[in-house]
């Protein structure tokens, strides 16, 4: 403790030079203290990176094995549920393959266990488990055929890959028809049809019919939501479904219209900008969906809808559109009835709303007698929904 570092003596100016006072014993103790607590926080620091080094590369083990496993897992129950459904699709509609849900929820729909519409999709039971074993023993198959382009399908040499597509169709037709009938119902029908819709996601979801009824489904649980948040968490799942979906099937009617809903929805709690913009890229589906669609009443109504609104902006609106946009949207009241009678000219008797909306622009223009008249035809027709 009394030795003192040379460093700490000044450096020779020459040989006459005189060296300058050493430090005071007091300050030699303190300086080396404080070194010496440095010295222990460099060892201390050294270890918890040492440490944490160690804990990062284990992460990074466990992170890769949970994912390897998960997709192992997910490939295995795809091939196990599809090879089920081929091979014994005959059996029994109450089979708990996933391929006989929509089926099986038809059954039931009826006398009120609803449930069995999407119940039986993840229901284990000891013959899924006899065949989930087949289907392992079966991995050393020589014949391995690629139905989908995210999973394989192990087939027996006596199968073909027709017979496979077939069956495959043949259960997405059965679902189809179910989330249709579903998707037309009262809430608890609806409600049913999203959960049936998300239990067959993984089978189906390179399907594009499947794909624009799921994204319909998101909107329909949308309507049946109250909290703000659920409801804006639905309808960003339904467009993230349909961007996707549109990537690959640009020319489908129905994914643009759906698109242009749920990025209505997604914009309800949006700034008054953001709900402008939605409009925007809302009219612009739309058109797109009545060039490939021109003879579909439900597309004349949205655009009768989209009409209405942007001839009613507030002042605030349109001069927040007049700031923003260089070319601000215009439409007229005239505009709007004209797409409600177009409804009218293709599907009489279409819309409960799109007739009160053709009261309400009958009105508006100064034409009583019609709107009158236009309301006594609404009121003739059953309401089954909020709106």
């Known amino acids: 403790a009394q030795a003192v570092p040379g460093a700490l003596l000044p450096a020779a100016a020459g040989d006459g030079a005189m060296p300058s006072p050493l430090l005071r014993q007091d300050e030699q ?9 440095v010295v222990r926080n460099i060892v201390e620091l050294r270890k918890e990176v040492e440490e944490l080094r160690n804990s990062l590369q284990h992460l990074a083990v466990e992170i890769v094995g949970e994912v390897r496993t998960h997709l192992e897992d997910t490939q295995r129950v795809t091939r196990r549920r599809r090879f089920v459904f081929s091979r014994d699709r005959s059996d029994s509609t109450g089979s708990s393959s996933i391929y ?9 729909t009826d006398d009120g266990e609803s449930e069995g519409g999407y119940t039986t999709a993840n229901a284990e039971s000891d013959y ?44 997405l037709g059965q679902l189809l028809e179910q989330a249709d009938r ?18 067959n996601k993984l089978a189906y979801a390179g399907q594009r019919e499947f794909l624009w009824r799921l ?13 703000a948040d659920e409801r804006r968490s639905y ?11 549109l990537q690959k099937w640009d020319q489908s009617a129905e994914c643009h219209q759906w698109f242009a809903i749920l990025c209505g929805q997604v914009s309800e709690q949006e700034s008054i900008p953001k709900r402008i913009q939605a409009g925007y890229v809302f009219k612009e589906h739309i058109d797109k969906a009545i060039a490939l669609k021109p003879q579909d009443p439900q597309l004349y109504y949205l655009l009768g809808r989209w009409c209405y609104q942007v001839a009613h902006l507030g002042w ?12 601000p949207p215009t439409a007229t009241v005239q505009d709007a009835l004209q797409n409600f009678l177009r409804v009218e ?14 009261a309400k622009c009958y009105r508006e223009l100064g034409n009583a007698s019609a709107a009158v008249l236009w309301m006594d035809l609404a009121s003739e027709l059953p309401g089954n929904s909020k709106e």
Not at 100 to 108: D, I, K, R
Not at 215 to 227: G, I, K, N, Q, Y
Not at 236 to 243: M, P, Q, V
Not at 345 to 358: D, H, T
Request: aromatic content about 6%; charged content about 35%.
């Open 128 to 171: 899924d488990r006899e065949s989930e074993r087949e289907s392992e023993d079966e991995v050393s198959c020589d014949t391995v055929r690629t139905v989908r382009r995210d999973s394989l399908d192990l087939l027996p040499e006596d199968e073909s890959p027709l017979a496979l597509d077939s069956s495959l169709e043949e259960g």
């Open 316 to 327: 605030l609106e349109k001069r927040t559109v007049s700031a923003l946009f260089e070319a």
């Open 29 to 37: 103790l303190e300086l080396l203290e404080r070194l010496d607590f």
């Open 215 to 227: 994204a319909r489904a998101h909107s329909d649980m949308w309507e049946l939501t109250e909290d």
């Open 345 to 358: 000219e293709l599907s009489p008797g279409f819309s409960k709303a799109g007739r009160v909306y053709i």
């Open 100 to 108: 006989f849900t929509a089926s099986s929820g038809n059954a039931n």
């Open 182 to 199: 579903l998707h037309s119902g009262d809430e608890r029908d609806r409600r049913e049809g999203f959960q049936l819709l998300l239990n």
């Open 235 to 245: 309808a960003c799942g339904g467009k993230e479904e349909l961007e996707l979906a």
